[in-house]
């Protein structure tokens, strides 16, 4: 149950795919995999977290540090697909209130081209 | 002009200038004085001069009679002796003649003297039997001698020099004895009858001729100068008859010489006329010239009295116009005296025609006008003084008025005050937790009606108790104010459950926000685990904590000077920690305990308050601990008034237990689940990952929260208690009853308590905002339903406990 992710870009969004485990151990290759993302101003990027099984605040960490650059590269950054126990670490680190968390990738799409 | 006059005067201007009025009249006085008796001197001279010059006439008419009785004496002898010539000048005649010629000598006429006396001793020695013509010879020149003694005497007596009688003294000393002498001789030239006698006696007839008109002239003189002298005058008119016959029969001899018998009978009545004549005209003369002498004396006692009458006259005038002045200037200054000593009616009354008038006019002038100006403004003084107590009296009663109000309001404000007072002693807990294995108490005692202190000790929501003391800066209502908010700020802050440092921080920026008073307030504010005995605290401003251990040990805590709340904003505050354990005594107090000064100004101070809290007993609760320290200070300032609040906050670790006994009971019917010794390298984690998911199975979802909580604790034990020593070992146990599952992590840490002292995060912030990490603790917290840490001497011992149910 080791961590992957993989980066696929589509009409200029692209959608990074995560699976297995993002811990304190796995965090540090997912964070040096993004380091071009959002290298251009106004990217839009959209993280499936659908085959994430296991989030800790290592993780939490990288994809806070992911948002920070979206903001300040005036770019998009949407998150769907949370599994519940996920959804929860989320909830608890109140990051619901400050990421853009949808179901599924369709809601994605739609909200970040609007 | 006057100027003139004034240069003029200005030797005796300058000499009045430095006189009192008394010297200057008796300058004055002597001076008339002076001039008085120099003008009075050659007067009295004079008459002085005249009298003595009667006075030597009439010495030498004196003389004169002497010499004038001798002179016919001898002219008697001489014819006696031509008769009879046994006639010698007899002892009396001798005695008279040795008496002229000792006056002579006397009054210097020594040489006709010398003769006399010579001619007369020859006189006397004559013999009887002599020749007559011989003898009339000798006696004929002692009566010549005798004449030129008189013309003598008479001159050296000035008699012939006599202003009034000089023709009369003439007549008197030379013509008529001449006249005498001449009869004398006609008459004892007849006697003799002879040839040549004869010849000799008509030849002596021209001496009497010429005689006539002196005789006239002279006695004449004597008539006109003395009243009641037709004796005199009859006398001199036969004498001057008889003469003249003489002189007819003279004539007559010429024609006739038988007539010559008729010459010596005339001549003989001549002779006799002639020596009345000069007897009376003696007499006559040394009466005029008494009468003189007289009348001398008398001049000189007129002058004499009238020098006196004027010196007196003058005195007394004087001592009139000096005594006149005097009054009136005694008056003057009197008048003056009593006007300067206020008697303002006083007027001076000089009744003189002096000048003086005009000043005890003009003072009086003055005076008037003065008193007058006094009265007008007596009056005016009398109606302003009314004036002023009308107003005076207007504005006691609006004082009095204002008073009252004053009054009123002053007791309004103390009413206020002492509910603002009530209001802030409601406002600190009066209520402290007294719990088996702790307690705490607290006081403050406020200096004025209002306190800037406080104090409190709260329940923060995850079990662990805020502890907070305080003391703002200044007194009174400002104070209490700042104090009210402070504590609220304070509360608000520290009910996040947030570290100390933080709660500072916050509370400091919010306090500097609005602070218009520019207060500030020193705090120290800790949170204390009753749990685990754990105790982290931070300082604003405030000194340190006092911690007394069971042994009686006092120490101040370890404490950063980080800067008083509302002074700057932006300010940070440092953490510190430290473990209460069985019988320690946490003192935190104001500077009003230490700063309490005793009436002779010595402050409390910290050695004593070491030495009491020193003295204190373990067993001792806090209520009991405060009003010992309340009292001790009492006892030391011995009633002198406060300078600051006294505000002390006691915490007790009792004696009773050990703390680490109270961890939580032992979960009844558990089973172990896990039981896994985790190498301190964060790769390991996902093998205790797998090792709980097996654990597991069937509830996924505690697994993935235990996995969580685990993953979170394990990496701050390594990162924080560590230091990221990889060669320990953390042992992970998990238990699991009907209801709960346990979860126990150990290390070989030094103290490290994650849940005190992880900051909590802020989840509002925005994304920009939002601090990197920080939320591992957090999400332990929240998903687990207990979490806590003990420290058991051998290193950190964590309890998690999740409910089983979803």
């Known amino acids: 149950m080791t961590f992957q992710s993989e980066i696929v870009e589509t009409d200029g969004i692209q959608l990074i795919s995560l699976s297995g485990r993002l811990d304190s151990a796995t965090s540090n290759v997912f964070e040096s995999s993004l380091q071009k993302l959002f290298e251009n101003q106004g990217s839009l990027v959209t993280m499936n977290f659908s085959g994430l099984d296991y989030i800790s605040s290592a993780g939490l960490r990288v994809i806070l540090m992911v948002a920070k650059r979206a903001k300040q590269a005036k770019g998009r950054l949407v998150l769907f697909g949370l599994q519940p126990h996920v959804k929860e670490v989320f909830e608890i680190s109140g990051f619901l209130k400050i990421l853009e968390v949808v179901n599924d990738q369709a809601e994605a799409q739609a909200l970040i081209k609007a | ?806």
């Open chain 2, 1 to 806: 002009m006057q100027n003139i006059i004034r240069r003029l005067f200005a030797p005796g201007i300058w000499l009045s200038d430095r006189l009192s009025f008394s010297l200057k009249y008796l300058l004055i006085g002597v001076l008339v004085l002076m001039a008085l008796l120099a003008l009075s001197v050659p007067m009295f001279q004079h008459a002085h001069d005249d009298s003595e010059l009667a006075n030597v006439e009439r010495e030498g008419l004196k003389v004169f009679i002497a010499q004038a009785d001798v002179l016919t004496t001898l002219v008697m002898l001489r014819s006696s002796s031509i008769n009879d010539q046994n006639v010698l000048p007899s002892d009396e005649l001798g005695a008279h003649v040795e008496q002229l010629i000792q006056e002579a000598h006397q009054y210097g006429a020594r040489e006709l003297a010398d003769r006399l006396n010579l001619l007369w001793t020859q006189v006397k020695t004559e013999s009887v039997d002599s020749d007559p013509k011989r003898r009339f010879a000798i006696q004929t020149a002692v009566i010549n001698t005798l004449l030129n003694l008189i013309r003598e005497s008479a001159s050296i007596h000035r008699l012939n020099v006599d202003q009034n009688l000089d023709a009369t003294f003439d007549v008197l000393t030379n013509r008529l004895p001449l006249v005498l002498e001449t009869l004398g001789k006609q008459q004892d030239a007849l006697t003799l009858n002879m040839e040549a006698m004869e010849s000799y006696a008509l030849g002596a007839q021209v001496v009497l001729t010429e005689s006539v008109p002196i005789l006239w002239s002279g006695v004449k003189q004597l008539i006109n100068n003395t009243p009641n002298s037709n004796a005199l005058k009859n006398k001199l008119e036969q004498l001057l008859t008889g003469m003249s016959q003489q002189q007819d029969i003279a004539d007559k001899v010429l024609g006739e010489p038988n007539a010559i018998g008729e010459l010596r009978p005339r001549v003989s009545e001549n002779l006799e006329l002639a020596r009345s004549l000069l007897n009376d005209s003696v007499l006559i003369a040394d009466g005029y010239l008494f009468a003189s002498i007289k009348q001398y004396y008398r001049v000189q006692l007129i002058v004499a009295g009238l020098i006196l009458t004027t010196i007196f006259i003058i005195s007394y005038l004087f001592a009139g116009i000096y005594l006149s002045t005097l009054r009136s200037l005694k008056s003057l200054s009197e008048g003056t005296d009593a006007f300067c000593r206020g008697q303002l009616s006083t007027r001076i009354k000089i009744d003189t025609q002096d000048e003086l008038v005009l000043v005890a006019r003009n003072f009086n002038t003055v005076a008037s006008e003065f008193e007058q100006l006094l009265e007008v403004i007596r009056e005016q003084n009398e109606s302003r003084q009314r004036e002023l107590e009308i107003q005076v009296q207007a504005r006691t009663a609006e004082l009095a008025d204002r008073n009252e109000q004053l009054r009123a309001a002053s007791e309004r404000v103390q009413e206020e005050l002492h509910l603002a007072r009530s209001m802030q002693l409601a406002i600190l807990p009066q209520e402290f937790p007294d719990e088996k294995h702790w307690a705490v108490s607290a006081s403050m005692f406020p200096a004025r009606e209002l306190g800037g202190d406080f104090y409190d000790c709260f329940l923060l929501p995850d079990g662990r108790y805020g502890i907070v003391i305080a003391d703002v800066s200044g007194k009174g209502v400002a104070a209490a104010f700042f104090m009210a908010v402070s504590r609220t700020v304070l509360l608000d802050q520290a009910m996040s459950g947030r570290q100390p440092s933080d709660v500072l921080a916050c509370s400091n920026d919010l306090l500097c926000e609005r602070n218009p008073m520019e207060l500030f307030v020193t705090a120290s504010y800790g949170i204390y685990n009753p749990h685990n005995g754990h105790f982290i605290y931070a300082s604003a401003g405030h000194h340190a904590s006092l911690l007394r251990n069971s042994k009686g040990e006092v120490k101040a805590l370890p404490c950063s000077h980080d800067i008083a709340l509302g002074v700057i904003s932006e300010m940070t505050y440092v953490n510190h920690t430290t473990h209460l354990v069985q019988g320690d005594t946490l003192l935190l107090y104001t500077d009003g305990v230490t700063e309490a000064f005793s009436e002779s100004n010595e402050a409390y101070g910290d050695a004593r308050l070491y030495a009491w809290l020193s003295s204190t007993l373990s067993e001792d609760n806090p209520s009991t601990l405060v009003s010992g320290l309340v009292k001790d200070v009492a006892d030391f300032v011995q009633g002198a008034e406060a300078s600051d609040d006294l505000t002390c906050l006691i915490l007790c670790c009792k004696n009773e237990e050990i703390i680490l006994d109270t961890l939580p009971k032992e979960l009844s019917n558990k089973t172990l689940l896990l039981d896994y010794h985790l190498p301190t390298r964060v790769d390991e984690i996902s093998n205790l990952a797998e090792a709980v998911d097996n654990a597991l199975l069937d509830r996924p979802d505690l697994a993935f929260s235990a996995n969580l909580c685990l993953e979170e604790l394990i990496t701050n034990i390594i990162q924080h208690g560590l230091k990221g020593a990889g060669d320990r070992l953390i042992r992970v146990r998990m238990n699991i009853s009907e209801e709960w599952l346990e979860i126990i992590l150990k290390d070989d840490a030094p103290p490290f308590d994650p849940f005190a002292e992880a900051p909590e995060p802020d989840l509002d912030l925005d994304v920009e905002d939002r601090p990197i990490g920080g939320l591992g603790v957090h999400m332990v917290k929240m998903m687990m339903d207990d979490a806590r840490a003990y420290y058991d001497g051998s290193g950190n011992l964590i309890i998690l406990l999740k409910t089983l149910s979803k």
